[in-house]
C-alpha cells in the first residue's frame, strides 16, 4: 500500500494480455499525488475475472523523468496506475 | 502502446455492430426501437452544456468551486448530474491557474466525460493526439490556437483508470459583471479538454 507523497518506480513488464499501465511509463520514477480506493482491476477482468478490484493511485511523473532531456522542461504527467504496478521508488 | 484492442475500419466495425445487433434481437434480448431509446436518451443527456454548467458554477461560487476540485463525483451530484449512469467512474476536475494549465488525454484508447462533454471529437481518438500530449503537449497546444508563455507549466493527465478528468479553465478576465448564464455560454468543450483556455 502507497500513501500520499510517496515515492514509487512503475516496473518493467510486459504482459501477453490486456493492461493499463502505458509502454511509455514503464520503469519510471513517480510520485503519489492522489489516493483513489479500489478499483474495478482491468488486467485481470479482461482476463475473465469479473470481480477484480485493486487499489490504484494517481502518479504523477516528471517530464525528464520520461522523455529525457527532449521532453518539455515545464511539464508533467499524471497516471491512474494499479497498485501491482508500482514498487517503492 | 501495448494496448490488445485491434483497432478496426470503421466499415468493419458497424459490420460487426450489425451483425451482433442482430443476433440479439433473433435472440430475443433486445429490439431495435430499445436501442435506439438508449442512444436519444444518451445523446439528450450527454452534452457540452453540461459541462459548461459545471465550470460556470465554479466561476461563481467559490465554496462550490473548493467541493468540485475536493470530489468531482459529490460535488456533480449537488448539481443533480450522476455520471455513474453510464459507466462507475469518478470525476476529477483539475484547475488551471496563471502559470498551471492542464490537459486531458487517454493514451491507451479515449476514456472521456462522456456524460458532461457528449460523444468525443474525432481527433480525441486519433493516434496523433493520444501520442503526441504527452510526448509534446505545448506544440499541441499551438496546433489547436493556445499559445502559452514558456514557462507555463503543463499537466498532462492520462486517464488510464477509472477516473474521467475534466479542466477547469480560468475565468475570462473582464467578466465580473457576467451572469452565471452568460458565463455558461462562454465555456467550450475544448475549454474543458484543455486545448483551448475557455
Known amino acids: ?89 | 502502446m501495448s494496448h490488445s484492442h485491434v483497432h478496426e475500419t470503421s466499415a468493419g466495425a458497424s459490420n460487426r455492430v450489425k451483425t451482433l445487433v442482430a443476433g440479439l434481437e433473433a435472440a430475443g434480448v433486445l429490439t431495435e426501437a430499445d436501442l435506439d431509446a438508449v442512444v436519444e436518451t444518451f445523446l439528450n443527456h450527454a452534452q457540452p452544456a453540461k459541462g459548461a454548467r459545471v465550470i460556470a458554477r465554479a466561476w461563481v461560487d467559490g465554496a462550490f468551486r473548493t467541493r468540485l476540485l475536493a470530489d468531482g463525483t459529490a460535488a456533480l451530484e449537488e448539481l443533480g448530474i450522476d455520471l455513474s449512469h453510464w459507466a462507475p467512474v469518478k470525476l476529477r476536475v483539475v484547475a488551471n491557474e496563471p502559470r498551471r494549465h492542464n490537459l486531458i488525454v487517454c493514451t491507451l484508447c479515449s476514456c472521456y466525460p462522456l456524460a458532461l462533454l457528449g460523444p468525443s471529437p474525432t481527433w480525441y481518438k486519433s493516434s496523433a493526439y493520444r501520442s503526441r500530449a504527452v510526448r509534446d503537449p505545448r506544440s499541441v497546444l499551438a496546433e489547436f490556437g493556445t499559445t502559452l508563455a514558456a514557462d507555463v507549466e503543463i499537466t498532462v493527465w492520462d486517464s488510464t483508470a477509472e477516473v474521467r478528468y475534466l479542466v477547469l479553465p480560468l475565468r475570462p478576465a473582464g467578466t465580473e459583471h457576467a451572469t452565471e448564464s452568460e458565463l455558461e455560454a462562454m465555456v467550450t468543450r475544448n475549454g474543458m479538454i484543455g486545448t483551448a483556455t475557455v
Not at chain 1, 4 to 28: C, E, F, I, Q, S
Open chain 1, 1 to 89: 500500500m502507497f500513501a500520499l507523497g510517496d515515492r514509487v518506480r512503475t516496473k518493467v513488464m510486459n504482459p501477453p494480455g490486456h493492461t493499463r499501465l502505458p509502454a511509455y511509463l514503464r520503469g519510471r520514477p513517480g510520485r503519489v499525488v492522489w489516493e483513489l480506493g479500489t478499483l474495478p482491476f482491468s488486467d485481470a477482468r479482461a482476463a475473465g475475472d469479473r470481480a477484480a478490484a485493486q487499489r490504484a493511485y494517481t502518479v504523477r511523473f516528471a517530464t525528464a523523468d520520461i522523455w529525457g532531456a527532449d521532453g518539455d522542461p515545464h511539464g508533467s504527467v499524471c497516471a491512474d496506475l494499479f497498485e501491482s504496478y508500482l514498487e517503492p521508488g
